[in-house]
């Protein structure tokens, strides 16, 4: 009934740009919290970068200062911005997002299906 579809990962080089985009679809009465995890191989899923329906954010270290982490609230969707890439940050980049569902009053925790970014050196 939800889905999070993002789009935007690739191949760059180091010191390079990319932009994730992830939309949400469905039965959607509000969406709360969303994020972005990523999860290179062999290494736990972590946290990117977060931002609540009123726009704080929240970043880990390694990333600060490099990306950010936006939202269009009319367009259900969530935005990372990655400027100076570096190759540790490849990894798979996964949309997150706490949804209240309009056809049940839920709410639970959805992701997207994964957008692979590659850095190379």
């Known amino acids: 009934q939800v889905r999070l579809v993002e789009s935007g990962g690739g191949l760059v080089q180091a010191g390079g740009s990319l932009r994730l985009s992830c939309a949400a679809s469905?039965?959607?009465?509000?969406?709360?919290?969303m994020g972005w995890y990523r999860q290179a191989p062999g290494k736990q899923r972590e946290l990117v970068a977060g931002?609540?329906?009123?726009?704080?954010?929240n970043y880990r270290d390694s990333v600060k200062g490099r990306f950010t982490i936006s939202r269009d609230n009319a367009k259900n969707a969530v935005y990372l911005q990655m400027n100076s890439l570096k190759p540790e940050d490849t990894a798979v980049y996964y949309c997150?997002?706490?949804?209240?569902?309009?056809?049940?009053?839920?709410?639970?925790?959805?992701w997207g299906q994964g957008t692979q970014v590659t850095v190379s050196s």
């Open positions: 931002i609540s329906r009123i726009g704080n954010t």
């Open positions: 469905g039965s959607i009465f509000v969406i709360n919290d």
């Open positions: 997150n997002a706490d949804i209240r569902s309009s056809s049940n009053w839920r709410t639970a925790n959805y």
